[in-house]
């Protein structure tokens, strides 16, 4: 999944280089362990911010500032590197949310191979009705819903990233799914 910037398409581009991470006192293994969470978690952390901000670089900013802390922190004693670095991510990314925008999904491919015109457009709009259904959800339906279906995360990861528990977690999954299957449902019935 790409976005707008070229973060998605390269990690690499939110290297920390070794004069902004490091100080006199940082050993080479923990700039080398830097180094490897960057390369290992870049994508996950920009989608997670890119999800909650929808803006590529605001998204960036969060995951250099989620190293940043890491990296200042240690992680040597954390026991799921992933959860808590997406978990700063996620906070870090609400913190720098002003307003409500619209929730952006990545573009999905038609089913046919060559379809008119006519199939784009009906496409488009369906695409841009799924996103404005998603956007009014309520937060705690939404966060969760897009962190699982589009993120791909996990209800532990999940609860950890928005303090819940896991049950909680996939019932709101469920209520969220429910929800826009209810809207959706609504869309495709005929007017009278």
């Known amino acids: 999944m790409t976005h707008d910037g070229t973060m998605a398409a390269n990690p690499a581009n939110l290297a920390v280089s070794r004069e902004d991470a490091g100080t006199v006192t940082d050993s080479s293994d923990q700039l080398a362990n830097l180094e490897v ?14 999800g909650v901000l929808r803006n590529s670089h605001d998204a960036e900013d969060v ?6 802390r890491a990296h200042r922190a240690g992680v040597s004693e954390v026991r799921d590197t992933q959860s808590w670095l997406a978990t700063i991510a996620f906070r870090l990314a609400l913190d720098r949310k ?36 998603i956007a009014s959800l309520p937060d705690d339906l939404r ?13 532990r990861q999940i609860g950890e990233m928005l303090g819940i528990n896991e049950s909680s977690v996939r ?3 469920m209520r969220a799914r429910q929800m826009l299957k209810d809207k959706m449902a609504a869309y495709a019935e005929p007017k009278r």
Do not use: C, W
């Open 37 to 50: 969470n960057v390369r290992r978690h870049a994508r996950l952390l920009f989608k997670v911010a890119y």
């Open 63 to 68: 995951v250099q500032e989620t190293f940043l």
């Open 98 to 133: 002003r307003k409500p925008e619209e929730l952006g999904l990545a573009e999905f491919d038609p089913p046919a191979k060559n379809p008119d015109a006519e199939h784009l457009a009906i496409h488009r709009q369906q695409v841009v009705r799924l996103r404005m259904l």
């Open 143 to 155: 966060l969760p819903l897009v962190l699982s279906a589009i993120e791909e995360l996990n209800s």
């Open 171 to 173: 019932g709101r999954i």
